[in-house]
T-cell receptor
Framework: KQEVTQIPAALSVPEGENLVLNCSFT??????LQWFRQDPGKGLTSLLL?????REQTSGRLNASLDKSSGRSTLYIAASQPGDSATYLC???????????????FGQGTILTVHP | GAGVSQSPSNKVTEKGKDVELRCDPI?????LYWYRQRLGQGLEFLIY????????KSGLPSDRFSAERTGESVSTLTIQRTQQEDSAVYLC?????????????FGPGTRLLVL
């Protein structure tokens, strides 16, 4: 059974800092990995999607890396801003085949607070 | 519509009552997913639809939970004889095609409280 763990559970930083969020998964047979952002009272917003054949993806101040063999991904946020405050979730999708390919397995998230 | 919508946004019910949660996916999206997020916990997969068939129901917690989908449009998640442990945010997502590369677009969720 796939298990996804995110460290740290919570993080509080001053504005302007660069920070790293960690995600690990137990089964390396994944098709892709996604990082999401969840704001209070709202749904999830997809930030970055990394295919299993890729090593990293970048979008603006965000950079996500994937080491499939070791079961790890990191989300790097550069020059953090108060507007980055949210819960960040990573999720993995299993490899093709079977009926479970539609299913995402989520970590419990990292609650990020960026102070002005 | 512009995004996935869910209704109601909030629902308070008494233990033992039945509830229906609705999800309207993005127009044209063939895949639809239901997840549950309990307080302080991660998202749990419940069920996945491809069109109106459900190839993966593995996440449904018990036989009190069921879901339907009409064609490639609205889906309803029904919880019968609700229990306090059913209290959670129920999230729906849709994606354009069956392809594994597709990202899932999430709705705002329905917050269910069972008293």
């Amino acid at each position: 059974k796939q298990e996804v763990t995110q460290i740290p559970a919570a993080l509080s930083v001053p504005e302007g800092e660069n920070l790293v969020l960690n995600c690990s998964f137990t089964d390396s047979a994944i098709y892709n990995l996604q990082w999401f952002r969840q704001d209070p009272g709202k749904g999830l917003t997809s930030l970055l999607l990394i295919q299993s054949s890729q090593r990293e993806q970048t979008s603006g101040r965000l950079n996500a890396s994937l080491d499939k063999s070791s079961g790890r991904s990191t989300l790097y946020i550069a020059a953090s801003q108060p507007g980055d405050s949210a819960t960040y979730l990573c999720a993995v999708r299993p490899s093709a085949g079977g009926t479970s390919y539609g299913k995402l397995t989520f970590g419990q998230g990292t609650i990020l607070t960026v102070h002005p | 519509g512009a995004g996935v919508s869910q209704s109601p946004s909030n629902k308070v019910t008494e233990k033992g009552k039945d509830v229906e949660l609705r999800c309207d996916p993005i127009s044209g999206h063939t895949a639809l997913y239901w997840y549950r997020q309990r307080l302080g916990q991660g998202l749990e997969f419940l069920i996945y639809f491809q069109g109106n068939s459900a190839p993966d129901k593995s996440g449904l917690p018990s036989d009190r939970f069921s879901a339907e989908r009409t064609g490639e449009s609205v889906s309803t998640l029904t919880i019968q004889r609700t229990q306090q442990e059913d209290s959670a945010v129920y999230l729906c997502a849709s994606s354009p095609r069956r392809g594994l590369q597709e990202t899932q677009y999430f709705g705002p969720g329905t917050r269910l409280l069972v008293l």
